[in-house]
C-alpha cells in the first residue's frame, strides 16, 4: 500500500511515498526558511506563492526518488490543519486534484497527530497504544495520552508560546537569527547550564506549560550583565530551563497514567539538551523512547502519510468536500 503524504501547513513544502505506512521510500522537503528570515517570523502570503511554486516539481521529485509512478499511488494523505490557511489549501487543493484524478482516496491528516506518528516511523512501526506523547514545536506544546490512532487525552498545553516560538522569539532578540531554536543548541554548546539561575516555568503548577516568560527573565539577564554577559552560558541555561519544564510533566503522567512509551515529537524535539534529558529518565524508569530523526522532526510530508495510512478508515465523510482548518483539535 503506497501512501502519497503532502505537507504545507506553515513554511516547508513537504512531499513523501510511504509504503504501508512505515517504510519511507521518498521524503523531500523544500524549505523557505531563507526567504522568511529576513521578517524573523513565517509571513503566511510568502508563504503561500512559494508553496504553490514549489509543490508540483517536488511531487515529481519525490516519485522519481521512489522509482514510483503517478499511478501506483493508493491513496493521498494531506495535511488540512492546524496551521495557516493559504500554505494549507495549496497542498490540499493539490492533493484533492490528484485523488480526483487518479480515482484514490483523500486522507485528511491532523498535522499535530502526525508530528507523534513521526516518533514511531523511525523506528520503522506504527504506533503503539497507550503511551504519552509529547509535541514539542513552533507552534504547539502538548503532553497527551494516546490510546488509538484519533484517541488522545490532552493533559498539558501552553498558556501562551510554544517552545519553538520562545527560541525564535528569544534569538531574535538576542541578534541570533532565525530559526531560533537550532542557533541557540549552536550557541549554548560547551556552556554552562547553571550559569544563570532561570525559572523552571510552572513547577510544582500542575499540568500546564508556559514559556512567555523566560524569554523577559533572558531580557533582563541580558540588561543587567552587559558586556560581561556569557552567550553560551546563557543559550545552555536556557534550554535547561526548558527541559526542566518538560521533564517534570512528562514525569507527572507516567505516574498518573498507564504507560512504558514516551513519545517525543516536533520540532523542538531536535533539542539536543532536550532529547538527553528525555533520554535520561527514560532509562532511569525503563521507558522506551522513541525520538524522531532530525529530518522527521521538523515539518514533513512522511509523516503525514505514515498517519494517514494509519487513519484512514476513520474517516466516513467525502473526504473531497474536506476544508482547511487553521485550528482542529488533535482527535477532534
Ligand atoms: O515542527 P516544526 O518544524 O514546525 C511547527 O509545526 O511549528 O517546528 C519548528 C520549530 C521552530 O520554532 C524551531 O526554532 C524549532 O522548531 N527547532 C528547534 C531545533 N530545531 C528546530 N528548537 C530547538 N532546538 C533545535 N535543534
Ligand atoms: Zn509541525
Redesign the pocket.
Known amino acids: 500500500m503506497i501512501t502519497l503524504g503532502i505537507e504545507s501547513?506553515?513554511d516547508?513544502t513537504s512531499i513523501a511515498l510511504v509504503k504501508d505506512g512505515t517504510q519511507i521510500l521518498s521524503s523531500l522537503v523544500s524549505s523557505q526558511i531563507e526567504i522568511h528570515k529576513r521578517f524573523g517570523g513565517v509571513v503566511p502570503e510568502v508563504a503561500s506563492r512559494k508553496h504553490l511554486e514549489a509543490i508540483l516539481p517536488l511531487l515529481n521529485e519525490a516519485l522519481e526518488a521512489a522509482k514510483i509512478k503517478l499511478e501506483d499511488i493508493d491513496q493521498i494523505a494531506a495535511t488540512s490543519g492546524p496551521?495557516l490557511l493559504g500554505p494549507l489549501l495549496v497542498g490540499l487543493t493539490t492533493a484533492k486534484a490528484l485523488a480526483w484524478y487518479l480515482n484514490k482516496p483523500l486522507v485528511p491528516v491532523n498535522?499535530?497527530e502526525a508530528?507523534l506518528t513521526a516518533a514511531f516511523l523511525t523506528a520503522g512501526q506504527l504506533p503503539e497504544y497507550p503511551f504519552i506523547g509529547l509535541i514539542?514545536?513552533?507552534?504547539?506544546s502538548n503532553l497527551v495520552y494516546a490510546t488509538g490512532p484519533r484517541n488522545f487525552e490532552t493533559l498539558a498545553q501552553t498558556l501562551d508560546d510554544?517552545?519553538?516560538?520562545l527560541?525564535?522569539k528569544t534569538?531574535r532578540h538576542l541578534g541570533l537569527g532565525?530559526?531560533?531554536?537550532?542557533v541557540?543548541?549552536k550557541a549554548g554548546e560547551g556552556g554552562d547550564p547553571h550559569k544563570y539561575q532561570l525559572p523552571v516555568p510552572m513547577k510544582g503548577k500542575g499540568y500546564v506549560f508556559s514559556f512567555s516568560g523566560l524569554k523577559t527573565a533572558v531580557m533582563r539577564i541580558v540588561e543587567k550583565e552587559g558586556d560581561k554577559l556569557d552567550m553560551a552560558g546563557l543559550c545552555a541555561s536556557l534550554?535547561y530551563s526548558v527541559a526542566e519544564a518538560f521533564a517534570e510533566k512528562v514525569c507527572m503522567a507516567f505516574k498518573d497514567r498507564k504507560s512504558n512509551i514516551l513519545a517525543i515529537a516536533?520540532?523542538?524535539s531536535?533539542?539536543?539538551?532536550?532529547r538527553e534529558r528525555m533520554s535520561e529518565f527514560a532509562d532511569k524508569h525503563g521507558i522506551r523512547i522513541l525520538l524522531p530523526t532530525?529530518h522527521l522532526?521538523?515539518?514533513n510530508a512522511a509523516m503525514v502519510a505514515a498517519h494517514g495510512y494509519l487513519t484512514a478508515d476513520l474517516h466516513k465523510e467525502n473526504t473531497l468536500e474536506v476544508n482547511a482548518l487553521a485550528n482542529w483539535a488533535m482527535g477532534e
Open positions: 501547513s506553515c516547508d496551521g498535522h499535530i508530528h514539542v514545536s513552533g507552534g504547539h510554544a517552545p519553538g516560538e527560541y525564535d534569538a532565525y530559526p531560533g531554536g537550532p541557540i543548541q534550554q516536533g520540532g523542538v531536535a533539542n539536543k539538551v532536550l532530525l522532526c521538523t515539518d
